[in-house]
């Protein structure tokens, strides 16, 4: 018995079928089509107050980057996207019409049941793939902490984890108050 050969999807050919669904959302990994768990109130609401913070962050700093709450998807490689919870795209405004992040500087995810293991191993990995990508923070509600990983230049991605006081995010000059995030 033969396995049937499984079509693996480009990133163009993803973005016009999830167009094509009333219902859900999906990410793109490795050309196959993940469809993402439902979220909990407590993961909506906290999307929101991360995107409030990036937003208002940005404003007092004053940098040429905008803040999105889910919705665009970054492109790892051609046969990989994924849908942050937030994120902060840097450089010319992104058309009204885009499905994509062009420059994303500052990516979020917020831990779930679900995608716990995948935020923290293969979406860390993908994500500093991305030239721009400066900062992948992944937030814990339950224990009220970020794991902020950092590009460093050429050098190694680096790991703090923040509790409280204020998270700086440089590039693009963003300071964000861990209260503003677990209010």
Known sequence: MS?????????????????????????????????????????????????????????????????????LVVAVDDETAYEPDALVNCGATIAPDSLVAPAPVVVVEVISPSSRNLDKSIKLAGYFRIASLAHYLVVDLAARLVYHYRRNGDGPITVTIVRDGVMELDPPGLKIEMTDIFA
Do not use: N
């Not at 208002?56 to 803040?67: Q, S, V």
């Open 3 to 71: 396995a049937t050969a499984v079509k693996r999807l480009t990133i163009a050919e993803f973005l016009a079928f999830a167009q094509t669904r009333d219902r859900g959302r999906y990410e793109l990994i490795g050309g196959e089509i993940v469809a993402m768990s439902p979220e909990r109130a407590e993961h909506v609401k906290a999307k929101a107050v991360i995107w409030r913070a990036l937003a208002a962050a940005i404003d007092r700093a004053g940098a040429p980057c905008e803040a999105f709450v889910d919705g």
